[in-house]
C-alpha cells in the first residue's frame, strides 16, 4: 500500500526566508509524485511533478522539489517566500489510477 | 483549456435530503476522479471513471453515494439521505490516460453543508 507523511503540520517562516516542506512516502512500486497547493476555499493547484528522468524538479510561483528514492522523500523547497505563498501544501503519490495525499502542511508568512 | 468545473459551488441541506454535484473535466480527459475533503484533511479519494466506466470505488463510498457518468463527459455525484458526517469538500479532478499526461487536474469543489 501507498501512504505519504508530511512531517510538520505548520510551518511559520518570515517573508523572503527560504522554506522548506518535508515529505516522506512508501510504495512497493515505481510511483508519481506531485506537490499540490490549495488556497482558502479553492480548489488544488498543481505545483509541480515527478514523472521520472532528473530528480530535482521545478515547478511554478518559484517552487521546486527533490525526489530522493534511497530516502523515499520528495522536499519541496523555495530560496525566498513571498505573502502570496501562504496556503495549504500537499505531497501526493501516485502510481496508477488514483492520488494518495497527505495530511498538508500550512504555510504561514510572517511579515 | 477550460479547466475542470464544478457545480454549485456551496450547497447548504437538511439532513436526510438528497444533493448531487456535477463536475464537467477538461474536454479530452477522459478519466475522472471524485475525492473528499473535510477540513483540516488531505482528499482522500472515492471513486474514478474511465471513459463511462466506474473502474474503482473506496469503501469510503457508502452505499447512499453514488456516481456517474453516462457519456463518458461530465460526471454526477449524488449522496442520498445526507447526514451531518457528509459535510465536507467534495474535489473533481480529471486526467488523461495516454502516458506520461497521467497527472491529475483539480476543480475548485463543492462544499456541502449539512444541518
Known amino acids: 500500500a501507498q501512504s505519504v507523511t508530511q512531517l510538520d503540520s505548520q510551518v511559520p517562516v518570515f517573508e523572503e526566508a527560504p522554506v522548506e516542506l518535508r515529505c516522506n512516502y512508501s510504495s512497493s512500486v515505481s510511483v508519481y509524485l506531485f506537490w499540490y497547493v490549495q488556497y482558502p476555499n479553492q480548489g488544488l493547484q498543481l505545483l509541480l511533478k515527478y514523472l521520472s528522468g532528473s530528480t530535482l524538479v521545478k515547478g511554478i510561483n518559484g517552487f521546486e522539489a527533490e525526489f530522493n528514492k534511497s530516502q523515499t522523500s520528495f522536499h519541496l523547497r523555495k530560496p525566498s517566500v513571498h505573502i502570496s505563498d501562504t496556503a495549504e501544501y500537499f505531497c501526493?503519490?501516485?502510481?496508477?489510477?488514483?492520488?494518495?495525499f497527505g495530511s498538508g502542511t500550512r504555510l504561514s508568512i510572517r511579515p | 483549456d477550460t479547466g475542470v468545473s464544478q457545480d454549485p459551488r456551496h450547497k447548504i441541506t437538511k439532513r436526510g435530503q438528497n444533493v448531487t454535484f456535477r463536475c464537467d473535466p477538461i474536454?479530452?480527459?477522459?478519466?475522472l476522479y471524485w475525492y473528499r475533503q473535510t477540513l483540516g484533511q488531505g482528499p482522500e479519494f472515492l471513486t474514478y471513471f474511465q471513459n463511462e466506466a466506474q473502474l474503482e470505488k473506496s469503501r469510503l463510498l457508502s452505499d447512499r453515494f453514488s456516481a456517474e457518468r453516462p457519456k463518458g463527459s461530465f460526471s454526477t455525484l449524488e449522496i442520498q439521505r445526507t447526514e451531518q458526517g457528509d459535510s465536507a469538500m467534495y474535489l473533481c479532478?480529471?486526467?488523461?490516460?495516454?502516458?506520461?499526461?497521467?497527472?491529475?487536474?483539480f476543480g475548485p469543489g463543492t462544499r456541502l453543508l449539512v444541518l
Open positions: 474536454s479530452e480527459h477522459n478519466r
Open positions: 501526493a503519490v501516485s502510481s496508477a489510477s488514483k492520488i494518495i
Open positions: 479532478a480529471s486526467s488523461s490516460s495516454v502516458r506520461g499526461r497521467e497527472t491529475q487536474y
